[in-house]
């Protein structure tokens, strides 16, 4: 058996504030519409010599709203709002329609969990907030996930909400008010409660992760401050976690001693596999089509895609994408479909070491350059540290063998394989990720298939 993999970056924005967090909305008619939120500390705005140094720093945040457009070829992302709000922590759409409008879920520096309704059509539509509530003073509500992953679930729509003080929180939401009313709130840490996420498959049941390095699992059916279970599996805190949608009992965890553990809901006492990423694993997102799939951010090393099928005690790491300047943050996968492009050329452009960084003093001598077959984009980090040029990839790589097809630098290897049909193309998925520092959010392409080797 055989890999092809293929990345290839379609679009690279400036966000102004630090980016934290991007969303893909996963309803049918609204796949194409992508949100990004940003958190910016603001220094207190005082003379020297003036003032308390112990003011507190002001938490800025601007929620974006996009639209992918394929036929733009240069330029596919539009925006189409913006609006300021309280610095973003994490934000998710919810699966299913609230009140027969797509809602997005938004916790921010405040404490707040607010909900924005997005209305329109899909060439001109915005959101806006409807419902709020409150989770506590003095907190930061730091990440939610809603009941709704299944989709074609029939339980009550619910969201959980973790904040800095160890909290978690559970909230049911009325459509027909609507409106958002909190049905329990608990400590599951001593220190931060960095994440907080439904087993899709039961809803009844919530884990949990901490800066205390515990992962936990909840019961919300029997006293909720007593956890089912508490492992210390992870060594450093536990900041990412998500139940497969597709396959039942699997849930993937991430933690900044980069560590991505994939787990059998049955028995939490080993994890199944245990695959070291190089870097904190701040957000973790499992394809929406393909169950064995996980796109992984890993802060200090980038974006990682890793395999769950493989039978050994890690993951593979199909593909990396490591052309952000900062740490990585946001990710996600989009649910819109895309025709394949250049894995069914008829020379495949195979992946070279000549992946370049040059100084921003060569800016002026660069020019789309077509010339080639594969397209190549040029842009400056809004920084201006750096320019890089971003070119496809095609990385045929051995079940057997594989490991990360590319490294911080953005280095990778290639070995000529015969041109692919059309009709071969596994997977062709369009994805989003942000940085923070950089302020950047890119969007590419990642095309992956899996061939019988003669």
């Keep these: 058996m055989t890999t092809y993999c293929k990345t290839q970056t379609l679009q690279v924005i400036d966000t102004e504030y630090s980016a934290d967090a991007v969303e893909w909305c996963p309803l049918a008619d609204w796949c194409s519409i992508l949100a990004c939120g940003t958190y910016q500390l603001k220094k207190p705005d005082s003379k020297p010599g003036e003032g308390d140094h112990d003011d507190p720093h002001t938490r800025l945040g601007r929620l974006y709203l996009y639209r992918y457009l394929p036929d733009q070829l240069f330029s596919p992302v539009t925006e189409l709002q913006r609006m300021d709000t309280s610095a973003i922590l994490d934000m998710k ?4 329609l609230v ?3 797509p809602t997005l879920g938004i916790v921010n520096a405040k404490g707040f969990l607010e909900l924005y309704r997005l209305q329109g059509s899909k060439e001109s539509c915005e959101v806006q907030p409807f419902s709020a509530v409150d989770l506590g003073e003095d907190c930061l509500a730091l990440s939610l996930d809603w009941s709704t992953g299944l989709k074609e679930s029939s339980c009550p729509i619910k969201i959980v909400c ?3 003080k160890g909290r978690l929180n559970l909230l049911l939401v009325n ?9 329990s709130q608990w400590e599951g840490h001593k220190y931060e409660a960095w994440i907080a996420a439904f087993n899709y498959w039961n809803c009844d049941i919530i884990y949990s992760g901490g800066d205390d390095s515990l992962l936990r699992g909840w019961d919300t059916r ?7 279970f508490t492992s210390k599996r992870h060594s450093m805190g536990v900041c990412s976690i998500q139940s497969n949608p597709l396959r039942q009992h699997i849930l993937a965890t991430g933690s900044y001693d980069e560590h991505v553990l994939i787990w059998d809901t049955r028995q939490m ?7 070291h990423v190089q870097g904190g694993v701040w957000r973790l997102k499992w394809h929406p089509i393909h169950s064995n799939l996980l796109l992984a951010a890993c802060m200090h090393n980038g974006f990682h895609i890793l395999d769950s099928d493989n039978q050994s005690d890690e993951c593979s790491i199909l593909s990396s994408y490591a052309l952000h300047n900062s740490l990585a943050y946001g990710a996600g996968w989009s649910t819109l479909p895309l025709q394949s492009s250049s894995l069914s050329n008829p020379e495949p452009v195979l992946v070279s070491s000549n992946t370049s960084v040059s100084s921003s003093s060569d800016t002026g001598a660069q020019k789309l350059d077509t010339s080639m077959q594969n397209l190549k984009i040029f842009y400056e980090s809004p920084t201006g540290s750096f320019d890089v040029v971003l070119e496809d990839e095609y990385v045929p790589v051995a079940d057997s063998k594989r490991k990360a097809i590319a490294s911080a630098t953005g280095e990778s290897q290639g ?10 193309v596994f997977a062709s ?4 990720t942000c940085s923070f520092y950089d302020h950047v959010l890119h969007i590419w392409r990642w095309e992956y298939q899996r061939v019988q080797s003669e």
Aim: hydrophobic share 30%; aromatic share 2%.
């Design 93 to 96: 759409w919810c699966h299913l």
């Design 99 to 101: 009140a027969e409008h």
């Design 162 to 164: 973790s904040d800095s």
């Design 175 to 183: 459509e027909s008010a609507p409106s958002i009313d909190v049905i």
């Design 222 to 228: 029997t006293s909720p401050d007593t956890p089912i």
């Design 269 to 275: 006492k080993q994890p199944i596999s245990d695959t």
């Design 415 to 424: 070995i000529s394989e015969p041109a692919l049909s059309k009709d071969e």
């Design 429 to 432: 998925n369009l994805v989003a």
